[in-house]
């Protein structure tokens, strides 16, 4: 268990409305994710951040937005949802050991837009 | 766009079988990652392969990393039902796994 909590775990909206995804950790680690994960396409990478108000894209970032004014907090935005962001999305952080770096994932939330 | 193909998509088997799951890409990776995922939960780490033509076990599972650090393969041996789940692999390049390229994962069912 790596301290990582999501929140909400699951959330149902509409279309065009604004949705706020939390993740949050107990360790101060310094790289925090954001995945998405759809059958058939693994998991994609959202944004990433590597520090308090350091953040950058991903390989999927058209639509989404992330924001992090402090280390244990990364908030991701989608502002205005649409039918293909239902997805769940998964938090991890980054933990250096050794001669690489582990991911560690949260429980992930389930986001159905309709 | 660095890109990692896993097969087969699904498998589906009978206890005590074994089977071989293959994660290939025509990039080359510092490092090879297995995840297993469950249901309703985060993908979980197996193990992490560095070097090329490296070999780990853990327990009844063979994580194989080819010569090149291209490709992987996971081979589990006497499969039991506990083993199902969705296996997913995962490359890093650069000198750290800070940033993964997931592959799309076998979804593993073991039947009892």
């Known amino acids: 268990d790596a301290g990582i909590t999501q929140s909400p775990r699951h959330k149902v909206t509409e279309t065009g409305t604004p949705v706020t995804l939390r993740c949050h950790q107990t360790?101060?680690?310094?790289?925090m994710y954001w995945y998405r994960q759809d059958p058939g396409h693994g998991l994609r990478l959202i944004h990433y951040?590597?520090?308090?108000?350091?953040?950058d894209k991903g390989e999927v970032s058209d639509g989404y937005s992330v924001s992090r004014s402090k280390t244990e907090d990364f908030l991701l935005t989608l502002e205005s949802a649409t039918s293909s962001q239902t997805s769940v999305y998964f938090c991890?952080?980054?933990?250096?050991?050794?001669?690489?770096?582990?991911?560690?994932f949260g429980p992930g939330t389930r986001l159905t837009v309709l | 766009t660095q890109l990692l193909e896993q097969s087969p998509q699904f498998l589906s088997i009978q206890e005590g079988e074994n089977l071989t799951v293959y994660c290939n890409s025509s990039s080359v990776f510092s490092s090879l990652q297995w995840y297993r995922q469950e249901p309703g939960e985060g993908p979980v780490l197996l193990v992490t392969v560095v070097t090329g033509g490296e070999v780990k076990k853990l327990k009844r599972l063979t994580f194989q990393f080819g010569d090149a650090r291209k490709d992987s393969s996971l081979h589990i041996t006497a499969a039991q039902p506990g083993d199902t789940g969705l296996y997913l692999c995962a490359g890093a390049t650069g000198g750290s796994a800070r940033q993964l390229t997931f592959g799309s994962g076998t979804q593993l069912t073991v039947l009892p």
């Open positions: 991890a952080i980054s933990v250096s050991g050794g001669y690489t770096d582990t991911q560690y």
């Open positions: 951040s590597y520090g308090v108000k350091d953040t």
């Open positions: 360790e101060n680690h310094r790289y």
